[in-house]
């Protein structure tokens, strides 16, 4: 079965390493200032002249409260009148960008992210979609796959009547967990009566899909009170899981600091908070879609990885991997072709770009072959745990066991450690290695070696 996963303690002890996500191939990490304004025109043309379908990511970076552990491109006020500015700059970019496409370009997938998407009002939220509808070819039939992210402490009845109204069909909630004392330890009180809801609420407005954040690692959990949170969660019956591994730097983003490390469960704790969930989730009929992912039988995801159309990019596993995806808003990150680009991360310079009639694109990377030919080897690693050398031969006129000559001593370890099994033809992640697929994809990211590990997290 695709979603059969072995534990082994072992394994995961010694393939536990830092490394990417490989929402993208090569990685954010690897983008530079080169690219920018000129590069992404370049890419519209060229997406216009294929007429191929768009995937468009909306960033509303507005948060009313901090949750410290969160990583995320945001910005904490209390004042709602913040949004009002940055809207009408967004407003600007969507303008700019769809002055260089095709009205026939139809919009497949649709996703408001943050932040928080809800921090904007409903007066707010309807004029976004009114410009995202005149300016982009969204589709009026509710066959495209059209998702916002909610905080239940800031959606209520009238908000999910009103986001389906506008066309929505998709929800993702974070939860996170729902012990008071975890709660409290990283600022985010959230009771399971908002978020149950929220999901009714959903439910009763035909909303076609409904995936639940939770994040395991986290201050003052344990074991035995996150395996309370995954079982009132699994009786919520939410379509998708996502299940992340909570990676504390400090370091790196300033609210974590206000996490006590001594409120952080050992290692050994997080694994077996981990073990737990996968056994609750799968006895209760979940399957493994891979890198923290779970799904119902019958949700796209796991129909599309059962049918090998399966893929992956910034939005996370997807099945519109066949889209231009076009990121508005700060921070986003667009990848149309061969070309991935980032609008700035820094919300005055993306204001002030679009106040001078310019987009804020400041960052990216252009794909050379070499990075195509690896990122399909990646994608079809992380999204199926399965490689055909003669597809790949194929498609890139290559030799495999000769391109990849060097890799093979650590893929024949990998064989010998149940990783993976090897042969002259393809590559299989076996049930103990699925889990550990990531460090899989990482013995062929050709700029892993010179990248500092620290800025990603751990794989478990």
């Known amino acids: 079965m695709l979603d059969a996963i072995r534990w082994d303690t072992d394994l995961i002890r010694r393939y536990d390493l830092a490394g990417p996500r490989y929402t993208s191939y090569p990685t954010a990490v690897q983008f530079d200032s080169q690219v920018g304004t000129f590069d992404l025109f ?11 379908p768009l995937s468009l990511y909306v960033h509303v970076p507005f948060c009313a409260n901090i949750c410290y552990y969160c990583a995320c491109n945001k910005v904490i006020t209390k004042d709602r009148g913040r949004a009002l500015p940055y809207l009408q700059r967004l407003e600007q970019e969507i303008q700019l ?10 919009v497949e997938q649709l996703h408001f992210g943050g932040g928080t998407p809800t921090f904007l009002s409903h007066d707010e939220l309807r004029q976004l979609m009114a410009r995202l509808r005149k300016h ?22 009238s908000t999910m009547g009103l986001l389906r109204e506008l066309g929505f069909n998709r929800v993702s909630i974070g939860l996170q967990d729902l012990d008071p004392a975890v709660q409290r330890a990283v600022n985010r009180l959230q ?25 395991y690692g986290l201050p003052k959990q344990t074991p035995e009170n996150f ?5 009132e969660v699994i009786s919520l019956q939410p379509d998708r899981l996502s299940v992340f591994n909570y990676a504390h730097l400090p370091e790196r983003f300033m609210p974590q600091r206000r996490i006590n490390s001594n409120d952080l469960p050992a290692p050994a704790q997080k694994l077996e908070m981990l073990q737990r969930t996968i056994e609750q989730l799968t006895a209760a009929g979940y399957r493994y879609i891979g890198m923290d992912h779970f799904a119902l039988p019958d949700d796209e995801l796991a129909i599309a990885q059962e049918e090998s159309t399966l893929q992956r ?51 990216g990377l252009v794909c050379n072959a070499d990075d195509r030919l690896r990122r399909a080897v990646i994608q079809q690693l992380i999204c199926h745990f399965d490689l055909e050398f003669a597809e790949i031969e194929q498609a890139f006129n290559i030799d495999f066991r000769g391109y990849f000559g060097e890799l093979w001593p650590q893929l024949q370890d990998m064989a010998k450690d149940g990783l993976i099994e090897l042969d002259n033809e393809r590559i299989t992640v076996l049930p103990a290695g699925r889990l550990l697929v990531r460090s899989v994809c990482m013995v062929f990211d050709a700029y892993l070696e010179h990248t500092n590990r620290q800025r990603f997290s751990r794989v478990i």
């Open 97 to 106: 960008i769809a002055c260089h496409l095709d009205p026939a370009q139809k």
């Open 313 to 363: 990019n910034f939005q996370g596993y997807t099945t519109h991997g066949h889209c231009d995806l076009i990121g508005l808003g700060v921070s986003a990150i667009s990848q149309i072709g061969d070309l991935y680009c980032q609008n700035s991360s820094d919300l005055t310079q993306y204001q002030n770009a679009l106040a001078s009639a310019q987009l804020a694109t400041n960052r």
């Open 227 to 231: 395996a309370r949170t995954v079982d």
């Open 42 to 52: 370049h890419a519209l043309r060229d997406s216009r002249k294929a007429l191929r």
């Open 136 to 157: 982009f070819n969204l589709l009026d039939n509710d066959s495209g796959d059209y998702g916002i992210e909610i905080d239940p402490r800031e959606a209520d009845w």
């Open 191 to 215: 009771s399971l009566e908002e978020t149950r809801a929220v999901i009714d609420a959903a439910r009763t407005l035909q909303f076609r899909s409904i995936n639940i954040d939770l994040i």
